[in-house]
């Protein structure tokens, strides 16, 4: 039986691109071998807000998302859907989001809407958010380790009807994220974090 798809909409062209994930191999997609253990990745990934204009491939881009569906997801429902934006995307969405909106969508040359596929069930919805949000991570981490630079952006203009309808996005999904990847300009130091204890509670 064939699993779930993992949904790319690239709007330039017009096509949906299903990847199935029936009897796929456990290598990596495309022979990545990684060379950053989980933990260097996690300490060592950075917002950034500076870009080369370089894009993502295809492949790579591919390559991201087809590790966000190995996300923890209660009762495999892969809620998870994302719309990598293409020329023709951008446009309808900067001008539908005035001149300082649109300087903002031009920092990075790989944008990924990220939604959430929402249901009847409320408690499943909530679940599925959290499910969609750690997907989410999964990109940005698998793309810094893969050298490439990030940014999690949750903007307002995704939120309204306006800018939903801009990028595709149907009434039965909820907006989580855009994504913003590509070439890092700079290296950036790790900034503080509050000590673990801080949130921690060992219960008797």
């Not at 096509?15 to 009897?23: C, E, F, G, I, W």
């Not at 950075?46 to 881009?61: V, Y």
């Not at 009762?75 to 990598?84: G, I, K």
């Not at 994504?179 to 219960?203: D, S």
Request: proline share 9%; net charge neutral.
């Amino acid at each position: 039986m064939a699993g779930p798809s993992l949904r790319l909409v690239d709007q330039d062209e017009e096509h949906v691109l299903h990847v199935r994930h029936a009897k796929r191999s456990s290598r990596p997609f495309g022979g990545y071998v990684p060379g950053v253990d989980v933990e260097t990745a996690i300490r060592t990934r950075r917002t950034h807000k500076a870009f080369g204009p370089e894009p993502l491939g295809r492949n790579e881009i591919l390559e991201l998302l087809e590790l966000a569906r190995w996300a923890p997801n209660h009762h495999l429902t892969a809620p998870w859907r994302f719309r990598v934006i293409g020329a023709e995307t951008l446009a309808r969405l900067k001008e539908t989001a005035g001149p300082e909106g649109a300087t903002k969508l031009e920092r990075a040359p790989t944008l990924i809407v990220v939604s959430c596929a929402l249901g009847d069930d409320p408690v499943q919805n909530e679940e599925d958010l959290h499910a969609t949000a750690v997907a989410s991570y999964i990109v940005l981490l698998s793309a810094h380790a893969r050298g490439y630079a990030g940014y999690w952006r949750t903007p307002g203009l995704l939120r309204t009807p306006e800018g939903r309808r801009a990028v595709g996005v149907p009434d039965g999904e909820r907006f989580v994220g855009l994504l913003h990847l590509g070439h890092p300009r700079q290296a950036k130091e790790p900034p503080e974090r509050p000590p673990v204890e801080q949130a921690t509670e060992f219960l008797a």
